[in-house]
């Protein structure tokens, strides 16, 4: 079992991973290393560890009450150790100085409607917009319209960063969520943060632009007709002779309205999942209308690493604890080595209580709007605020 604590005047933060096979040992091991009585707790837990619907009970019993959020992940990690196959138990305990904390569980069918005002997203996370410092989500892939929730919290709560994971391990109905003392097999769940907390997003993309920006033509849903007047399969295909090998993704503008050339922060990266010869057209994993820019994407190991160094390099906060949220595709199979996204963030924050899991998809902001990204590292950086975040 490996712990780490970083301690500031006010708030506290430690990190333990345990491998142990049993679940009850494991959460005995990460619960006895804390050494100092927590407002909130993080954990991932492996289906290795075998009934992970124990897990936020036993752990708050532990820990007298603690709400426990996170949830299942095919791996996970905790001070600079991921731990990708086999059975693990990661935990971030924070004690933040008595900062407000709210957990909500969502559900698709129950989320404010799209026609409502914002303050129904206020009202359902249950911190005002003026006390909210930033939301952390993780969500089920299967049950939860997770593109509509980031998209209904941006709306009721702007100004509040939220970064978070989709959970893995398991097929429909086999994932867990821990909300509270709970876990759910369905939905999300959220913690808002108060505002004396500082959250700073830093979202790290794993892949390199090729060729040239081209605009949709002809669209219907999730099927791309014609990109700049041609089949968009002819067009991609022009691009693809520049991209040296790796797989191909495209990047989707993430603002339609902005008349200026997008440039590379600008494109979401969705897969292609279907491709028909005859007509020259391609399916992607998004809604893509006429008029989007629409740039070729290739995933490699070199601009995954530049780009999670850079980020981190212009990160402004002095973090005291750290949620990373990693694709399941990236970790030992990308990069050829084991903890290299975690190790990216100990070479910035040396001493930093950190915690996570590989997902099936991670949330964070581009350009000061959520998404649902895939092949990133969404990292939420936490420390305490020392200024007025107003």
Same mark, same amino acid.
């Given at each position: ?17 345990s ?22 707790? /993080? ?24 709400p ?25 305990a /924070? ?15 129950s ?18 917009? %003026?006390?909210?410092g ?22 009721g ?9 989709l959970?893995?391990?398991?097929g ?29 997003p830093?979202v790290a ?51 339609p309205?902005?008349?200026?050339e ?30 989007r ?16 160094? %850079? ?25 050829? %080595? ?14 930093v ?13 581009v ?9 990133t ?14």
């Amino acid at each position: 079992m490996d712990a780490a604590m970083l301690r500031s005047a006010s708030m506290q933060a430690h990190s333990a991973l345990s491998c142990a096979s049993q679940l009850d040992q494991a959460i005995a091991e990460v619960a006895d290393s804390i050494p100092f009585r927590p407002e909130l707790c /993080l954990a991932f837990a492996t289906p290795g560890l075998g009934d992970l619907s124990r897990l936020p009970s036993e752990l708050g019993r532990r820990l007298d009450g603690v709400p426990v959020v996170g949830g299942s992940g095919a791996g996970v990690l905790a001070n600079g150790q991921e731990t990708e196959n086999g059975a693990a138990l990661g935990l971030l305990a /924070l004690d933040l100085d008595g900062s407000s904390v709210e957990v909500r569980h969502f559900e698709t069918d129950s989320l404010p409607s799209d026609d409502g005002p914002p303050g129904d997203w206020v009202e359902a996370i249950g911190m005002s917009r %003026e006390d909210c410092g930033g939301l952390l989500i993780c969500a089920d892939p299967f049950s939860m319209d997770s593109e509509a929730l980031v998209r209904g919290l941006d709306f009721g709560l702007p100004a509040a960063p939220k970064v978070g994971g989709l959970v893995s391990g398991g097929g429909p109905g086999s994932q867990t969520l821990f909300c509270g003392d709970a876990a759910r097999e369905a939905g999300a769940v959220t913690v808002a943060l108060g505002n004396d907390i500082e959250l700073e997003p830093v979202v790290a993309r794993g892949c390199r632009p090729v060729g040239r920006t081209g605009t949709v033509s002809s669209a219907k849903g999730q099927i791309v007709h014609r990109i700049d007047d041609q089949p968009a399969l002819d067009f991609l295909r022009q691009q693809a002779a520049e991209s040296r090998g790796g797989s191909m993704f495209l990047g989707v503008e993430s603002d339609p309205l902005d008349p200026t050339e997008p440039s590379v922060d600008d494109f979401l990266i969705r897969n292609f999942v279907g491709s028909d010869d005859a007509s020259g057209s391609v399916a992607i994993g998004a809604l893509v209308g006429a008029g989007r820019r629409v740039r070729l994407h290739v995933r490699d190991k070199d601009a995954s690493r530049l780009d999670l160094h %850079e980020r981190l390099a212009s990160a402004r906060s002095e973090a005291k604890a750290a949620l990373l949220f990693s694709c399941l595709g990236r970790g030992q199979a990308l990069f050829g %080595e084991r903890h290299h996204d975690s190790n990216a963030i100990r070479q910035r924050y040396p001493e930093v209580a950190l915690c996570g899991a590989f997902c099936n998809g991670e949330i964070g902001p581009v350009g000061g709007v959520s998404y649902v990204h895939g092949y990133t590292a969404s990292i939420a950086l936490l420390s305490q605020r020392t200024s007025d975040p107003t």
